[in-house]
Nanobody
């Protein structure tokens, strides 16, 4: 079974920084894409759609959503099966549960399969 576990969330003052980590474990052949999503607390209760924050592919190409561009950086360490989200100059509107997501390849029953895995999330709270 494949798992993604996020860490690094917490409470920070506006203007501060945090770095989130997400590590993959389990039986998989390759990690293709990795991404961070978020959902504000009031939207958590309603299970509203999560917002894509940042995405990185196997070659290291990144895509950052406009609202955090210049403040957030996504990177990956394939040797550690880990993706990071470095967040700087945080704002109260960045308060959300941050989720890690990965597109992976697994091999079973004689074939390769693409799977989509989500972590359980880590809460980031930015106080004003």
């Amino acid at each position: 079974q494949v798992q993604l576990v996020e860490s690094g969330g917490g409470l920070v003052q506006a203007g501060g920084s945090l770095t989130l980590s997400c590590t993959a474990s389990g039986n998989f052949d390759a990690i293709n894409t990795m991404a961070w999503y978020r959902r504000a607390p009031e939207k958590e209760r309603e299970q509203r759609e999560r917002e894509l924050v940042a995405h990185i592919d196997r070659r290291g190409n990144t895509n950052i959503t406009e609202s955090v561009k210049g403040r957030f950086t996504i990177s990956r360490d394939d040797g550690k099966n880990t993706v990071y989200l470095q967040m700087e100059r945080l704002k109260p509107e960045d308060t959300a549960v941050y989720y890690c997501r990965s597109g992976m390849t697994t091999y079973f029953t004689g074939n390769y399969h693409g799977i989509d895995v989500w972590g359980k999330g880590t809460l980031v709270t930015v106080s004003s």
